[in-house]
């Protein structure tokens, strides 16, 4: 079945410091992929997403490109803020978009 | 827009009592989906509605789970009898469902759930 795989939190970097969250996957078809960021006490909030290979997915300075040869999605921002601090989830829709398959989610800290 | 409203934000309950999760999509998205937020499981998907009608119910842990969609603004998570595995947060989400394809989720801010 499809499957999402993160690298492990939790991440700590300074403030300004480039942030990279790896992310690959497993399915069958052409999914679409999808970043999700949640605040603590929050609901998850779809952060940026890519619908077809070597689309760029970007928002709030944060960019990921869908890579098929490499079924990798990784996020990148080049100067995070303490604001940032959150967990991230990548996640991929099937075909049909009907099901959300997330990734175990990494948890990001900004510090000053 | 309000975003998706779920009810209650937090629950504390005892082993054994019945619990009742609700949630308001946005109006006007015809796809509902509730998840379940462990430490150990992550995000699993649970159940998904299109046009108020079960479509995928195979995330449903146990027949003590069960959910309904009477109406396109109103869905309801229900647990009997509760055990304290079942503490989690529960997340309701919807989106719309066009000939295209599915739009993008909108997830609600959450029930955080406490059997004891």
Same mark, same amino acid.
């Given at each position: 079945?499809?499957?999402?795989?993160?690298?492990?939190?939790?991440?700590?970097?300074?403030?300004?410091a480039?942030?990279?969250?790896?992310?690959?996957?497993?399915?069958?078809?052409?999914?679409?992929?999808?970043?999700?960021?949640?605040?603590?006490?929050?609901?998850?909030?779809?952060?940026?997403?890519?619908?077809?290979a070597?689309?760029?997915?970007?928002?709030?300075?944060?960019?990921?490109?869908?890579?098929?040869?490499?079924?990798?999605?990784?996020?990148?921002?080049?100067?995070?803020?303490?604001s940032?601090?959150?967990?991230?989830?990548?996640?991929?829709?099937?075909?049909g978009?009907?099901?959300l398959t997330f990734?175990?989610?990494?948890q990001?800290?900004?510090?000053? | 827009?309000?975003?998706v409203?779920?009810?209650?934000?937090?629950?504390?309950?005892?082993?054994g009592?019945?619990? #009742? %999760?609700?949630?308001? @999509?946005?109006?006007?998205?015809? !796809?509902?989906?509730?998840?379940?937020?462990?430490?150990m /499981?992550?995000?699993?998907?649970?159940i998904?509605f299109?046009?108020?009608?079960?479509?995928d119910?195979?995330?449903?842990p146990?027949?003590r789970?069960?959910?309904?969609?009477?109406n396109?603004?109103?869905s #309801? %998570?229900?647990?009997? @009898?509760?055990?304290p595995?079942? !503490?989690?947060?529960?997340?309701?989400?919807?989106?719309? /469902?066009?000939?295209?394809?599915?739009?993008?989720q909108?997830?609600?801010?959450?029930?955080?759930?406490?059997?004891?």
């Open positions: 079945g499809d499957s999402v795989t993160q690298m492990e939190g939790p991440v700590t970097l300074s403030e300004e480039f942030l990279t969250i790896n992310c690959t996957y497993t399915a069958t078809g052409y999914p679409s992929l999808f970043w999700y960021v949640q605040y603590p006490g929050e609901g998850l909030q779809l952060l940026l997403k890519a619908t077809k070597d689309d760029k997915g970007s928002n709030k300075g944060f960019e990921a490109t869908y890579r098929k040869e490499t079924t990798s999605f990784h996020l990148e921002k080049g100067s995070v803020q303490v940032d601090s959150a967990v991230y989830f990548c996640a991929l829709s099937d075909g978009g009907n099901k990734g175990t989610g990494t990001l800290k900004v510090e000053l | 827009d309000a975003g409203i779920q009810s209650p934000r937090h629950e504390v309950t005892e082993m009592q019945e619990v #009742t %999760l609700r949630c308001k @999509p946005i109006s006007g998205h015809n !796809s509902l989906f509730w998840y379940r937020q462990t430490m /499981r992550g995000l699993e998907l649970l998904y299109n046009n108020n009608v079960p479509i119910d195979s995330g449903m146990e027949d789970f069960s959910a309904k969609m009477p396109a603004s109103f #309801t %998570l229900k647990i009997q @009898p509760s055990e595995r079942d !503490s989690a947060v529960y997340f309701c989400a919807s989106s719309r /469902r066009t000939s295209g394809g599915q739009e993008t909108y997830f609600g801010p959450g029930t955080r759930l406490l059997v004891l």
